[in-house]
Every structure is written in C-alpha cells, then in structure tokens.
C-alpha cells in the first residue's frame, strides 16, 4: 500500500469508557497498534497527561508503590496512560493505589502479556478496570480506506499473510514474509516463552503446527499429547498459554442432547491467518491450494473477523454472544452456532457458493427457532461489519 494504515478505532468510545474513572487496559498480542492507538487518543485530547513506558527504565523509576511519590508525579493531571504497563513491577498495586487516593484520575494501560498484567491488576482493581482487546487490523476497520472493489481483490493477500500493520502496510509479498517470520520469531513465541518458565519451544513449535494442519477440525488433548509425547496436563497448559498469548482461540461444542450431540468437542483457530500460514512455511497462492485448505482458511477468516467485530461492537451495544460449533455423533454438524440473549444463530461457512445450505433434520427438529444462515462470498462482508454497497445485508 501506498500509504500507511493506521488502526482507526472508536475514539468517541474510548473516550466514554476513559471518562468513567476506570482504569482502560487495552489488551492484545504484540505489533497489533495498541501504543499507537494510545498516542493517536493523546494527541487528540486537550487534557494535560502523563505518558510512561514500561519498556523506559526512566519511567519504570517513576512509579512505585508510594502514595506520595505517585501524588508527586501526578501533581494537577488527571489523565496518566502507561504504554507495556506488564513491565513494570508491582503494576497492580500502583494502578489501585493511584485510583484510590488521587480523585478524578483517569488511567489508560497498555499491555502484552496476559498472565503478567490481567493476573497482576484483576484482583485489585475488582469492578474499577475495563478490559479492551486489541487484535490484528479488522476488515471493518479497512473498510473505512477501501472500496468494495479494493477489499475483493485484497481477500487473498488477507488469508495468506494476515492482518497485522505490518503486513498490511508492505507492497511487496517477499517482504511480507520476512516480517511475518520476524513477528513469530521475535516477538509471539518470545512473549510465550517468557511466561511461567517455559523453556521447550520445539515442543511448542509442534503444538502449533499440529493445529495449523488440523484447522477447523475438532482436536484431542490426548491424542496431541501422543503425537508430541508430552502428557494431557502439559498439552493444556500450553495451549492456554498460546490462547493467553493471542495465537490461538479455542470454540468448544454446543450441545443442549448430550446423547445425540458432541458435548466436549473443542476446535483451535488463529488470530492472524499470516501467522498460521509461516509456521507451517506454507504462503503459496490460493490457485495452488486444495479446496478443503482454502475452506479451512476461510472459516477461520471469517470466526476470527466475527470475533473482532462483536468485540468491537459490544462496546457501543452492550451485547456480548457466545460462540460454540456444533456436531452430533453421526457427525452432521453447523460451523457456528451464537447464543445472543437466548436466541440461537446457525452459521454455514462456505468460500463458494454453489448452493442453498439447508441445516440437517436433527438441527431444525431440536432447534425449531434458531435462525440458520449461509456466509459466503456473496454476504460476509455484512457478517463481520463491513459491508459495502454493493452486497446482501444479513442480520
């Protein structure tokens, strides 16, 4: 692209949510814009404010556990945003001090690495934080450059390298690897295995390619841990970390029939298809690919893209679905099924349309009032937020 992207997020939101004397921790992986976010917010308001990294010695000084040395710093400002807020010690502790004794104080944090700073700030900031997660761009984040024309011809460069800034800002395909390989390198496994000692990374390396190749199909704790030779405990904990980490989101099995339906299935996806796609060193062309590996890739496109746009809209409407697959023993099953407000949502995810999808009989006996929907090409765009005009619009 010709022009840099910058992440245009809902600043009149941001800005309502900062005005409640919470403290806003904008939350994700590495490289996805959150500091940038940040500065944009700060260069945009007129109040006079405090900034500090975590990743500034200088800074992580200037704040420590004292009630008059943070009273100090503070002095008549009333809005302090801390960048890579996970760096800094005791961070938990100073963010409950601060907005405990210094009235009218607004906080907006910065951070990574969930386990050092959600774990750090949960318990003292009960009911005084709002979490906000920042992912790689959303397509209805793009939406606001491009034409429907534009995002049609950049869908494949989107579930080949991804959507991290990044990428998005390079022209080149080659050089799009090269920073797609420095992003998982140097930064996502490096946040990894910082965590809770962990020191096997070929393990965990495997782990990851065994779900990039199993994408969209349920997987077994057991059966991993026999492909790796690790043993069930040790395979959940490091699947938690990489879904803590932001590589990975699990979806388990919706099921109302235990004896007909799946009840404990689990699916894995990636939050960022570039990722998914160099750690199986696979960044062929779509021409080149199997048409099930190009419907896996869509699907998780689109769960993904879905997630981004009911995270980002929940914030304005206030609901907040939840999301499961569903699969009967005599393997009939429906991509994404959502749960808002008691209602059920069936989804059939297709890259092609070449037909009607109609739910199997089971489905529509047991479900009678679930609404049931196809996606493909012809609607996704509406589906995740971003749609144009020159496409069906659906709920």
Known sequence: MSKKFIPRFQYSVLKKLV????????YGPRQVGKTTILKKYLEATKEEHIFLSGDDYSHQALLKPSISDLKALIGSKRLLAIDEAQKIDDIGLILKILVDNIKGLKVIVTGSSTFNLVNQVSEPLTGRKHILYIYPIAQMELAQREDFKDTKLNLEQRLIYGSYPRIINLDDNQLRQLELRELVNSYLFQDILQLDGLKNSKKLYQLLKLLAFQLGSEVSHLEL????GMDKATVAKYLELLEKTFVIFERTSFSRNPCKEISKGKKYYFYDLGVRNIIVDDLKPLSMRDPREIGHLWENYILVERLKYHEYSKLISGVEPRSYFW???????????EEINGNLYAYEIKFKTRSKWKPSLTWLKDYPQAKNLQIDSSNYLSFIGAAG???????
């Open 19 to 26: 005005q409640e004397n919470k403290v806003l921790i904008l």
């Open 225 to 228: 841990g026999q492909q790796l």
């Open 327 to 337: 699969r009967t023993y005599e393997q009939q099953e429906i991509d994404l099924i």
């Open 389 to 395: 005009n020159n496409e069906t619009t659906n709920r």
